[in-house]
C-alpha cells in the first residue's frame, strides 16, 4: 500500500506564492507518474498539474498554466508543486495523486493540504 505525505499550503495573499511537497511512502513510487489535483468549496476535484516519472514531461490545464511548476525529485522521492501569482479562486484543497495518466487520477491519494489565497 503506497501513503503519500504531503506538506506545504497555508494562507497566502493574492499574488503570493507557496509550495507543496509530496512523498511517497514506498520508493517505488518513483516510477510512477504523478499529479496534483484539487476541490474547492461546492466543487468537484479537479486535475491541476502532472509530471512523468522521468520528470521531463509536464502536463498543465489552462487555468493554471504558466503561473503552476510541477518537478520530482526522484533521489528524494518528493514530488513539487510550485504556484505562483496565486488567486482567490486557487482556493482549495490540493492532492496529491497517483499514477496519474492521462489527467485521470490513480488510486493513491495524499491526505490533502489547504491553500487560501487572501484577496
Known amino acids: 500500500q503506497v501513503q503519500l505525505v504531503e506538506s506545504g499550503g497555508g494562507l497566502v495573499q493574492a499574488g503570493g506564492s507557496l509550495r507543496l511537497s509530496c512523498a511517497p511512502s514506498v520508493r517505488t513510487a518513483s516510477v510512477y507518474p504523478m499529479g496534483w489535483f484539487r476541490q474547492a468549496p461546492g466543487k468537484e476535484r479537479e486535475f491541476v498539474a502532472a509530471?512523468?516519472?522521468?520528470?521531463?514531461?509536464?502536463d498543465y490545464p489552462d487555468s493554471v498554466k504558466g503561473r503552476f511548476i510541477i518537478s520530482r525529485d526522484n533521489a528524494k522521492n518528493t514530488v513539487y508543486l510550485q504556484m505562483n501569482s496565486l488567486k482567490p479562486e486557487n482556493t482549495a484543497v490540493y492532492y496529491c495523486n497517483g499514477p496519474v495518466i492521462i489527467r485521470r487520477a490513480g488510486g493513491y491519494w495524499g491526505q490533502g493540504a489547504q491553500v487560501t489565497v487572501s484577496s
Open positions: 509530471i512523468t516519472w522521468s520528470g521531463i514531461v509536464t
